[in-house]
């Protein structure tokens, strides 16, 4: 069954580098009763940096902004979307990635090492209905 295979952590939320670093889309969510968790990261191997945000009762956000010269958010803020992915953590990683790609999901990111979780794997992968989905190496 998936709830023993995959566990929500956040929603992805994209953002311009100056509203990330001038703390504009905090202030924004602020509003919402949302707060920063944990330190403002920057990932050179991902292209992006960002922040997450807790608030009561509400799932937990992650602004992520372009970072370096090359970044997919980019492309995604140039579309107007701000819905940039939802993130699940994956208790096997290489087996949730074969499932997905088994009914049709592309990677579009292989496992790679995060800084927003300690050196911890996170894979990206396109589902057949257009959902961008962050995998997470669970601990």
């Not at 905090?26 to 968790?37: A, H, I, K, Q, V």
């Not at 049709?104 to 959902?131: D, E, Q, S």
Request: one cysteine or more.
């Amino acid at each position: 069954m998936h709830r023993d295979r995959l566990l929500f952590h956040h929603i992805g939320i994209a953002c311009r580098r100056d509203a990330l670093a001038h703390g504009a889309e905090r202030e924004t969510l602020d509003l919402l009763g949302y707060c920063p968790e944990g330190e403002e990261w920057a990932d050179d191997r991902l292209g992006m940096k960002g922040q997450f945000m807790v608030g009561a009762g509400a799932p937990r956000l992650e602004l992520v902004a372009p970072y370096g010269s090359h970044s997919p958010v980019t492309s995604w803020l140039e579309r107007g979307i701000k819905l940039y992915h939802l993130a699940f953590f994956a208790t096997d990683l290489s087996a949730e990635l074969g499932r997905m790609r088994e009914r049709r999901a592309k990677l579009m990111l292989p496992p790679t090492p995060a800084v927003a979780f300690g050196g911890r794997h996170v894979a990206f992968v396109m589902l057949p209905n257009l959902l961008l989905i962050e995998v997470i190496e669970k601990d």
